[in-house]
């Protein structure tokens, strides 16, 4: 039998043996030195190599470019996790084919033999090859144009500025509250005293949980429905609004924020917003139409305590989490 | 001697006998695990207590504004067993709604927040809540049920190649038992308004045609051993009984492919275990004019994703149905905290003949209202200064602010000779529909306009459980508040609904955010002539490299000069 023909179907078999049989054993739930995809992917490179060289199959170097080419491919959209954007994919392909060039015209030897079935298949040698080739080709090109000439229209993307630079001060219920040096009057001891405390249960012995369980009330009255039960933004209306309600949990939000900074979003809501943050969409509610100003404090101490986050303050950078 | 064996036979067979009718092994649920208690009420009290209670009575500080109260412990009354109706569930079955959550509801899924031994420990604190049963005992015997399985084999997420010869025998068992009682002619869960649950509080029955919102549905929305689950079990404290003894168990499984054949396959947010929205909503072309019957084929199109199962040929030219996500207004003035509706859909259609625009928008609404001074409504919002928007700037989107005004098309509407206990009626109601053309300048500064109304809603019906109004509106108008509608270009636009059952009005609404719609352009003619032409002139560049390559060949051939090597 044709040898290159048997080195094509060693790749190919393989390949398939090896993506549906043994692939599943290398990527367990919880990876591993030895059972892991990069591994496996070794391992069958190394298949590969070996069979070629104990069964002397010396396939022809087109045949090999091809075969490098997609290995390449099987590797970076199969192999390679988390998978890389698209753009990027293209980029790497772009690499890995002029690498792929590189290697089979290394010298004019294996340049010429890499050339040949490809002008074997245009001067005609190869008959059904060329007519495959000609036929597919101006058909797809055909295709092609149609999908780009075909209208197509996605919904523009919009960028918004999630945490907007806050005013000097903002003005709530009639008395004026400067940001930098404003406090929650409620933080009346330190946070983590408490992070074993029950809510309700625990509210007539420690004044600290008392305000925790007034916050966390008011907080599963009227926010849970956008920043969810778990305060991860994922509220059972949080899908509906677009941007979508802040996740507490995520060290982006509230752990980096002074509570003055909250008190001020929480105050003014979406309307109070500048026009970088889209101020026309936002569902949050200025809350000092519902809420009293203690409230408003009240509901910031419970999400951090709730979190157990802390909140930024002045000379001490980061803040720690669960 | 033959009188024992008489006697054998006859006991063996009255065994037989005794256990046919529950087909199901008894068991005892599992005791509360003690150690686990302490554990257990830490996670309920840092987690749980805002909905459930401090005792477990379903009266935390969120349960009065939720529709789907949470559930009340105490009596030991859970929906989502694989047990026989009114028995205690499995600590398995808990744990799956722990981890899970119950789509439709305030509950959200923890098996991603929680760890595995929080859960169980807190699945056993609740267990420890119920006061009027004692899971340890005796009388407590539960029968775990039979429920078979799935005959077709089918997987998911979507559960796709049910015979249909199966789905329409299932239909017919939902007719024999009368299934549209409760959940409607359609399965929309239209059929009877007037239930309450155990603690009296307003039921109303699951919509089958969005099954993403079962409580049972385990985030496996499409699965129909999840309706096999419900009919065989039934949903303790509410008005669902099982059916295990008039359904056998190959007809459940029936019963639950027509069930699932009904939902519309949608791609379902992981994280919110919703539809994903259709953000753009694209209107179009059509040639001539637009059918102003909704009826017409013209406006039949498929409620399924075109991705998940590909559209038909004859609806492949017609528009596709968009999914708009509604929520309760809960931002300004009066707050909605329980719509009745989460989502619409809104087909599109333009014709440059008529110049003018069509809307058709369709929700599901279980009851109409009764009363005049309550009507049902449904609005669609533009900016009503289109022009004067600079990027992507818009009004408000809760009806505009002082400087971005909006024009709000609104169509209040009562269904004529209506009667929500009537029988389904497959003809639909009629309903007497007046349109409202307003400026809104922000919630609490709406006015209508006083120019010649140019909205008109030109087809409406409500038919089994889903209202549908056909708007219409030329594209360019004289009003200096009409929104002047462009082709080819993105158009903020935006939703509102009112339940009139619900003495819904004004601000207390259901509502979408911003969407685009987009007027698309009739395909251009370049379509059917630039590909054969590009094609063409790719196979004359076929044909030169053959040429050119025959040549170098020759030339080699010839021996003008040799192979790798320069030409000089």
């Known amino acids: 039998m044709n040898k290159g023909l048997i080195s094509f179907l060693v790749f190919v078999v393989g390949l398939a043996v090896f993506h549906n049989a043994i692939f599943p054993i290398f990527t367990p739930s919880e990876p591993g030195w030895i059972l892991n995809r990069y591994v496996y992917f070794l391992a069958f490179v190394a298949y590969l190599i070996i069979t070629n060289l104990v069964l002397r199959l010396k396939p022809p170097i087109a045949m090999m470019a091809l075969f490098v080419w997609c290995l390449g491919f099987y590797f970076y959209d199969h192999i390679l996790s988390p998978h890389v954007p698209w753009t990027l994919f293209i980029t790497y392909m772009m690499m890995w084919s002029i690498g792929t060039f590189l290697y089979v015209s290394q010298d004019a030897d294996t340049f010429r033999e890499f050339r040949q079935p490809i002008v074997k298949t245009i001067v005609g040698e190869y008959k059904l090859a060329r007519i495959i080739v000609f036929t597919a080709l101006p058909i797809l090109v055909g295709f092609a144009t149609y999908n780009s000439i075909y209208p197509s229209f996605q919904e523009p993307v919009e960028l918004r500025t999630v945490h907007p630079a806050p005013p000097a001060t903002t003005k709530v219920h009639g008395k004026t509250y400067p940001l930098e040096s404003t406090n929650n009057p409620f933080r009346i001891d330190e946070q983590d005293n408490y992070k074993d405390s029950f809510p309700f249960l625990d509210a007539d012995k420690h004044e600290y949980m008392k305000y925790v369980t007034e916050g966390g009330t008011i907080f599963f009255q009227n926010c849970h429905y956008c920043h969810g039960d778990q305060l991860n933004g994922l509220g059972m209306f949080s899908h509906v609004f677009n941007p979508t309600p802040a996740n507490f949990i995520d060290p982006g939000t509230i752990a980096m924020l002074q509570e003055a900074f909250l008190f001020w979003r929480v105050s003014k809501g979406g309307p109070g917003l500048p026009n970088e943050s889209t101020p026309w969409s936002s569902a949050m509610p200025p809350w000092e139409e519902h809420l009293k100003t203690d409230e408003i404090w009240k509901v910031i101490l419970f999400e951090y305590w709730y979190t157990g986050w802390h909140p930024r303050t002045f000379g001490t950078e980061g803040s720690e989490g669960e | ?568």
């Open chain 2, 1 to 568: 001697m033959n009188n024992n064996i008489k006697r054998l036979i006859l006991s063996f067979l009255a065994l037989v006998l005794i256990s046919l009718p529950s087909m199901a092994l008894a068991e005892m649920p599992e005791p509360i695990n003690k150690d686990l208690l302490e554990k257990g009420k830490k996670v309920y009290f840092k987690r749980c207590v805002w909905c459930h209670g401090v005792e477990g009575g379903g009266d935390g500080p969120s349960a009065d504004r939720l529709f789907t109260r949470p559930r009340n412990f105490i009596q030991g009354t859970f929906k989502i067993r694989v047990t026989d109706s009114g028995e205690l569930p499995m600590e398995a079955d808990l744990i799956k709604t722990v981890k899970n959550g119950l789509q439709g509801s305030a509950m959200p899924a923890w098996g991603e927040f929680l760890a595995e031994d929080e859960i169980v420990a807190v699945v056993n604190f609740v267990k420890s809540l119920v006061q009027d049963r004692d899971f340890s005992d005796e009388d407590e015997e539960v029968f775990v049920q039979d429920f078979g399985s799935n005959p077709w084999g089918t997987t998911g997420p979507y559960h796709l190649g049910v015979p249909q010869a199966d789905i329409d025998a299932g239909k017919e068992i939902f007719i024999k038992n009368k299934c549209f009682e409760c959940h409607g002619g359609e399965g929309r869960g239209d059929g009877n308004p007037t239930m309450k649950d155990d603690w009296g509080f307003p039921i109303v029955a699951a919509d089958w045609q969005q099954c993403w919102n079962f409580r049972g549905a385990r985030r496996d929305y499409y699965n129909p051993f999840n309706v096999v689950r419900t009919i065989t079990t039934g949903l303790n404290g509410t008005p669902m009984p099982n059916f295990k003894d008039q359904i056998t168990v190959e007809d459940r499984w029936k019963i639950a492919a027509f069930v699932n054949s009904l939902c519309p396959r949608k791609n379902i947010d992981k994280l919110t275990a919703k539809p994903i929205p259709d953000f753009l909503i694209q209107s179009v072309y059509t040639e001539g004019p637009v059918s102003p019957k909704i009826d017409d084929p013209s406006w039949e199109s498929s409620d399924t994703d075109g991705k998940i199962v590909p559209v038909s040929e004859e609806l492949a030219e017609n528009p596709k149905r968009h999914y708009i996500a509604m929520a309760g207004q809960i931002t300004r003035g009066k707050r909605n905290f329980d719509p009745k509706t989460d989502n619409l859909w809104v087909t599109s259609r333009w014709s440059a003949e008529e110049n003018a625009v069509y809307y058709l928008v369709e929700y599901h609404q279980r009851f109409m209202s009764e009363d005049p001074e309550f009507p049902d409504a449904v609005a669609i919002q533009w900016p009503a200064q289109l022009q004067e928007l600079f990027g992507a700037e818009k009004p408000y989107f809760i009806m505009g602010d002082s400087k971005k005004p909006v024009d709000i098309w609104k169509a209040k509407f009562m269904a004529k000779d209506y009667n929500p206990t009537n029988a389904p009626k497959p003809d639909g109601y009629k309903l007497d529909v007046s349109v409202e053309e307003i400026v809104g300048r922000g919630y609490d500064a709406l006015s209508a306009k006083e120019s010649e109304a140019k909205v008109e809603v030109v087809d409406s019906i409500y038919k089994q459980g889903r209202v549908k109004v056909l708007f219409k509106r030329t594209l360019a108008t004289e009003g200096e508040f009409d929104v002047q509608i462009p082709t080819e270009q993105f158009v903020p636009v935006s939703f509102f609904q009112w339940a009139g059952r619900d003495k819904e009005s004004d601000e207390h609404m259901a509502i979408s955010t911003w969407y685009y719609t987009i007027l698309k352009p009739a395909l251009p003619a370049s379509l059917y002539y630039m590909p054969p032409i590009i094609a063409a002139i790719f196979i004359c560049f076929q044909g030169w490299l053959v040429w050119m390559t025959k040549r170098t060949r020759k030339l080699f051939d010839e021996g003008k000069f040799q192979r790798d090597e320069v030409p000089k």
